[in-house]
């Protein structure tokens, strides 16, 4: 059994900083990337920030660019994203996910977690 469960959401004021962490279990998995997705009320899931196996490539969307950061450790089998300056944008359920596409950190996303919920108040 593979699970991917996310930690570390809540409220936070504009400007302020959340981290959030995914905890990866399961002896079947295995993956070549690992990302962040998230999805507003009434919007489409999109793609936040991704990071390969080795963590040597990440990738980001350009509304979160210089302020979050994605993050792995592979021998606790966790990846994190740290998100400071946050905006009333920025609220959503963010999803951990994990791909074993070993051509790009963009696509091929398909197992997922339960999501935390992150609030930006203004």
């Known amino acids: 059994q593979v699970q991917l469960v996310e930690s570390g959401g809540g409220l936070v004021q504009a400007g302020g900083s959340l981290r959030l962490s995914c905890a990866a279990s399961g002896r079947s998995f295995s993956r070549s990337a690992m990302g962040w997705f998230r999805q507003a009320p009434g919007k489409e899931r999109e793609f936040v920030a991704g990071?390969?196996?080795?963590?040597?490539?990440?990738g980001y969307t350009d509304s979160v660019k210089g302020r979050f950061t994605i993050s792995r450790d592979n021998a606790k089998n966790t990846v994190n994203l740290q998100m400071n300056n946050l905006k009333p944008e920025d609220t959503a359920v963010y999803y951990c996910?994990?791909?074993?596409?070993?051509?790009?950190?963009?696509?091929?996303?398909?197992?997922w977690g339960q999501g935390t919920q992150v609030t930006v108040s203004s």
């Open positions: 990071i390969t196996w080795s963590g040597d490539n990440t």
């Open positions: 996910a994990a791909s074993k596409n070993i051509a790009t950190i963009w696509t091929g996303y398909d197992l």
